[in-house]
C-alpha cells in the first residue's frame, strides 16, 4: 500500500454548479506520534548515557571515588533507568499497531466520498508534474535560456535537472552570453565529453579552452626511453626541451633516485592555554603514541600510511603536519581524510581542543613555503647526467666552463640576490606547468612542483659537464582527478604511466615524478646552453612569433 501525505486543508476549485462540501481537516496518524515518541526516548536516552560516561571519566582522572554521586548524576542514573524501561518494553509498539491502523486506512477511505479515487488520481499526477524533468517542462532550450537568466532556474543545477551535460553546457555558454551581452565566439564547445568532468573536475562548464601539445625526446632515463607531452602556448619550449633531451641520450642517458614519498596537510587546533597545546604537541611527537595514531590515520584507505607527524605551536594555537603515502594518486583528499579521523580520535582525550580549520598552510599546498623546500611534500627526486664534452660543443653550442660559469653566477648567486625560495634554476616551471597541463595534474601545485636548484660543475679533468636537478616537492598522480579525462589519459598512457600500478602500488606516480625531473633536467640543460651561447633572443625572434607562411619558418 502506498502512503501518500495530502495537506491538512486541501483547496480544490468546484465546477460551476456543484455545492461545495466540507471535507473534515485530517488527523495526525498514530501510528507517527508512537515512531515520535520513542525517536525522543532513544535520543534521551543516549544523552544521558553521554553524560555519564563524561562525569565517570572526569572522576577517574581526578581519583574521585565513583560511589560519590551528585544529584545531577542520581537524576540522570534514574533517567537512564526509565528510558530503558521504556523502551526494552514499548518500542516495538507502533509496528505491532500498523496492520491495525493499515486496515483502519482502508477501510476509511472506501467509506469516503466517490471523489476521494478521483483525488488519489489527481494527486498522482500533481506529484509526476513536480517530478517531471525541465526539459519536459520547457518546450525549447531558448525557454530554459530565459529561465536561468531570469533566476527562476539556478545555472548549477541545469546538469542534474536536464540529465545532459553537453546540452546543459551550452544552454550555460548562451545564457552567459545574454547576461554579459559579450560574445563568446572562439571558445569551443563542441567535441568535449561533459560527463567525464561531472562531479570530479570542473563545475558550470562553457566549453573548453584548446592548448597545443608536443612531444619532446626520446628521454633516455634509467635505461628506459620516454617521449614526453608538453601542453603550452610558449614558442621555444618544447624545442629547446628537446634539444637537452637529445645531448643527454648522446650521452648515454640520465639517472635518477626518488628521495621520499609524502603528501601532507597540516590542520590547525587551537587551545585555551599555550601549555595544553604543548601537551599535545609532546603527545602527538612522542613515538610510543606513533602506531596508535598510524592505525586511526590508516583507516582512511586502503593506499594510506602514515609516515610522520610534526607540530609547531604558536601561541595556543598547534599546527600539525601529518605525513603519509598515498599509492598512485596524488593524495589530497586521501590524507585529509586520515587527518580527520585522527582529530576525532584526539578529540576523546583532548575535549578542550577546538579544531579551527582542517588546513593551516604548514601543509603547505600551493604556496611557496620553506617547509616544503626543506622537508619535502609529494616526491622528492633528484636527477642527474654526465654530458660529454663533444656534446656540449656540437649539440649545445657552448662549452663546459662557460656553464658551469654562468649557472654560479645565475642559479645561484643570481636567485640568492633575489632572495628567491627554491627558485635555484633557469625555468624548471615551464617544464613542470606543460607536463602537468598535458598529463591532469592540478596546475596550481606547479608553485611548489616548481622547487629546483640545479647543480653544474667539470668532471672527468674538466672536460664533461655533470649536471643535476634536486625536486623535493614533485605532487603528482596517476589516477584521480583531471588523470581521468581521454586527453590527459592518453599522454599519460603515452608515457606507460596510465591508472595504478598493479605490481606495486604507487610504482606509477613515482615514475612520473622522475620523468617531470628528467625533463626539467633537459629544458634546464638547454636553456642555460642558448644563454651561454647567446642564442637566447635569436631563439625566440625564430620560434616565438607567429608566422603563417611555413616556409619562412624553414628557412
Known sequence: MVVRRRPSNPVRSNPVGEPKTNKPHSQPPPLLLLYLTNALFLAFFFSVAQFL??????????????????????????????????????????????????SSSSS???SSSPSSEKDDKDEDRDTKLIAKPIQQAHSSDEDIVNSVVSGTVSSYSLESELGDCKRAAVIR???????????????????????????????MPIGYVQIPVGVAGPLLL?????????????????????????????????????????????PVVRFGSAKRAAQLKFYLEDPENFDSLSVVFNKSSRFARLQSIKAAIAGKNLYIRFGCSTGDAMGMNMVSKGVQNVLDYL??????????????????????????????????????????????KKVLKTSVEALVELNMLKNLTGSAIAGALGGFNAHASNIVSAIYLATG??????????????????????????????????????????????????????????????????????????????SVLAGELSLMSAIAAGQLVKSHMKYNRSSRDISNIVT
Open 441 to 518: 595534474q592540478d596546475p596550481a601545485q606547479n608553485v611548489e612542483s616548481s622547487h629546483c636548484i640545479t647543480m653544474m660543475e667539470a668532471v672527468n679533468d674538466g672536460k664533461d659537464l655533470h649536471v643535476s636537478v634536486t625536486m623535493p616537492s614533485v605532487e603528482v598522480g596517476t589516477v584521480g582527478g583531471g588523470t581521468q579525462l581521454a586527453s590527459q589519459s592518453a599522454c599519460l598512457n603515452l608515457l606507460g604511466v596510465k591508472g595504478a600500478s598493479k605490481d606495486s602500488p604507487g610504482a606509477n606516480s613515482k615514475q612520473l615524478a622522475t620523468i617531470v625531473a628528467g
Open 108 to 110: 476509511t477511505r472506501s
Open 173 to 203: 555558454r548562451t545564457a552567459v552570453e545574454k547576461v554579459t551581452t559579450r560574445s563568446l565566439e572562439g571558445l569551443p564547445v563542441e567535441g568535449f565529453d561533459y560527463e567525464s568532468i561531472l562531479g570530479q573536475c570542473c563545475e
Open 347 to 392: 578529540q576523546t582525550d583532548f575535549p578542550d581542543m577546538d579544531v579551527i580549520g582542517i588546513s593551516g598552510n604548514y601543509c603547505s599546498d600551493k604556496k611557496a613555503a620553506a617547509v616544503n623546500w626543506i622537508e619535502g611534500r609529494g616526491k622528492s627526486v633528484v636527477c642527474e647526467a654526465v654530458i660529454k664534452e663533444e656534446v656540449v
Open 222 to 266: 634509467d635505461g628506459k626511453e620516454y617521449t614526453v607531452p608538453m601542453a603550452t602556448t610558449e614558442g621555444c619550449l618544447v624545442a629547446s626541451t628537446n634539444r637537452g633531451c637529445k645531448a643527454i641520450h648522446a650521452s648515454g642517458g640520465a639517472s635518477s633516485e626518488v628521495l621520499g614519498d609524502s603528501m601532507t596537510r597540516a
Open 53 to 102: 560516561l563524561y562525569r565517570w571519566r572526569d572522576k577517574i582522572r581526578s581519583s574521585t571515588p565513583l560511589n560519590s554521586v551528585t544529584f545531577s548524576e542520581l537524576a540522570a542514573i534514574l533517567s537512564l533507568l526509565f528510558s530503558f524501561i521504556y523502551l526494552t518494553s514499548f518500542f516495538s509498539i507502533g509496528l505491532m499497531l500498523h496492520p491495525f491502523l493499515s
